[in-house]
T-cell receptor
């Protein structure tokens, strides 16, 4: 997980509250991704970023928003958390010329 | 979009035996196929990858094969050891103007029995 830090690592919250997860990288990689991992579904892409202020939706983007104001930071926001968003969230980074995806350690979110 | 299917979902082998995990993909634009190992409580770690212009790649006890015509690729682990026990994910990736898109299989939980 060198070069990628996710915070918080664990969070318990209540339905309807806003939640922001942060991903910080020190690798100066251009591309950043947010995935969620659920049993039986593998890793599913929520949103990704291809540069500062440049983001796009993934396959499960409903209920999530992202922002990237600096190369090193990519934020994932749940405006009003629901129980279906209980999951483990992984941030990942890659470079265009070397398409290796490197993951962070994950953030476990529980919505009660 | 791309659809990656992975089998089996669980696999148990005796220590020293071989393990094979298979994946299929649907999009012929996919040109990069990584395999990840995920240990409990950690993020997935890349263990081996293969590009579409290569049919096979080996790294010590691990090998990956790719059949572009049939759109399937496989992970082979020989002489398995207890520390190989983990969840393994395959992925297919294609390159677009906005970067590389990765699509993952649903994972295989491998247990190596000592």
């Amino acid at each position: 997980d060198a070069g990628i830090t996710q915070s918080p690592r664990h969070k318990v919250t209540e339905t309807g509250t806003p939640v922001t997860l942060r991903c910080h990288q020190t690798e100066n990689h251009r591309y950043m991704y947010w995935y969620r991992q659920d049993p039986g579904h593998g890793l599913r892409l929520i949103h990704y970023s291809y540069g500062v202020k440049d983001t796009d939706k993934g396959e499960v983007s409903d209920g999530y928003s992202v922002s990237r104001s600096k190369t090193e930071d990519f934020l994932l926001t749940l405006e009003s958390a629901t129980s279906s968003q209980t999951s483990v969230y992984f941030c990942a980074i890659s470079e265009h010329t070397i398409p290796v995806l490197t993951f962070g350690a994950g953030s476990r979110l529980t919505v009660l | 979009g791309e659809n990656v299917e992975q089998h089996p979902s669980t696999l148990s082998v005796q220590e020293g035996d071989s393990a094979v995990i298979k994946c299929t993909y649907s999009d012929s634009a996919s040109n990069y196929f990584p395999w990840y190992k995920q240990e409990l409580g950690k993020g997935p770690q890349l263990i081996i990858d293969i590009r579409s212009n290569v049919g096979e790649k080996k790294d010590q006890r691990i090998a990956v094969t790719l059949n572009k015509t049939a759109k399937h690729f496989s992970l082979h682990i020989t002489e398995t050891q207890p520390e190989d026990s983990a969840v393994y994910f395959c992925a297919a990736s294609a390159t677009f103007d906005t970067g590389n898109q990765f699509y993952f299989g649903t994972g295989t939980s491998l247990t190596v029995i000592p």
